[in-house]
């Protein structure tokens, strides 16, 4: 017997996989564990005040959310101030945090790390009024995910045909970054500011993020000859450019990728926004500060 008890929410739109199986697997394997739970469906309001209401009376320990990088934002957004454990069983279209944390992709191995994974807290951020536990942008990436949020279908060839379409009519928008007694303007492609590694699918576009240590990485692509772009994010996804301290000369630089706890982005251009791979609407200025410690995720 354990003393845990298990609230798994399932999206059922999530990613591309049959959801039944996994229902019938996680009923299957917890039980074998002896352990109670209870399944149910996200919601796309994001109302989860019957959740909260449960696991405060009924003294539930873990919440397993089975979906991708947008329900895991959605759910820890609203619950992460509770006293429980969260796991994830991955099956959405990039999966960025769950592969951050060494989560396995396949069900039944995401399953058996939630029995048996280390429970560690994970930092989150949030961007004005928005909550981000993972990677958010601003500019050419964002508008990628504002197309690929309007396809019927997802996945990972979807992504990257919105990627590669969005390529050719890419072009620098113009921001002020502003930190601590230092700012400058820059024109860029695109700012990702991360607490995770990646963007999804092990594309680690902050190769020395981590998701505990109370800063966030930000990635800058500047201004170029588009020819050179491709060739400048795969060298950041390589981990070929090393973390920066700002007192370098910025203009020689293809990319800027510096770590801080906050910082104010003034977005000239109004250039589009994603929030952790979801589509958001865009503002003239993001606020933008680390929320160390923000929840508890099992992993690896």
Not at 73 to 78: R, S
Not at 196 to 205: E, K, W
Not at 257 to 266: A, E, G, K, N, V
Request: charged share 20%; aromatic share 8%; glycine share 8%.
């Amino acid at each position: 017997m354990t003393d845990r008890k298990i609230i798994y929410l399932i999206n059922p739109i999530s990613g591309t996989s049959r959801k039944e199986g996994i229902r019938k697997l996680i009923e299957r394997e917890t039980t074998a564990q002896g352990i109670p739970f209870l399944i149910e469906n996200t919601n796309a309001s994001g109302n989860y005040e019957h959740i909260k209401d449960w696991v405060l009376r009924e003294q539930y320990t873990d919440i397993v959310m089975v979906g991708g990088d947008g329900t895991v934002n959605q759910v820890t957004q609203a619950l992460h101030d509770l006293p429980v454990r969260f796991g994830i069983i991955p099956v959405g279209s990039g999966n960025g945090l769950a592969r951050a944390a060494g989560i396995p992709m396949k069900p039944q191995q995401s399953l058996a790390l939630v029995f048996t994974g280390t429970p560690r807290k994970v930092d989150a951020f949030r961007i004005n009024d928005h909550f981000s536990c993972m990677l958010s942008g601003i500019g050419f990436d964002a508008q990628v995910a504002h197309d690929f949020a309007s396809k019927a279908s997802r996945g990972l060839m979807t992504y990257t045909q919105q990627s590669i379409i969005n390529y050719f009519k890419a072009h620098p928008y113009q921001f002020q970054i502003v930190l601590d007694n230092f700012s400058f303007f820059t024109d860029a492609f695109f700012i990702s500011i991360a607490n995770s590694n990646q963007f999804g699918n092990n594309v680690t576009i902050a190769p020395q993020a981590s998701l505990n240590d109370g800063l966030l990485d930000i990635v800058i692509v500047q201004k170029m000859n588009k020819a050179r772009l491709p060739f400048a994010i795969l060298q950041q996804i390589r981990g070929n450019n090393k973390l920066q301290q700002l007192v370098e000369d910025m203009t020689g630089k293809n990319i800027l990728y510096f770590q801080t706890p906050s910082l104010t982005i003034r977005n000239l251009k109004h250039a589009p926004l994603h929030i952790d791979g979801e589509p958001r609407e865009t503002t003239e200025e993001f606020s933008i500060q680390i929320l160390k410690d923000c929840f508890t995720l099992i992993q690896a």
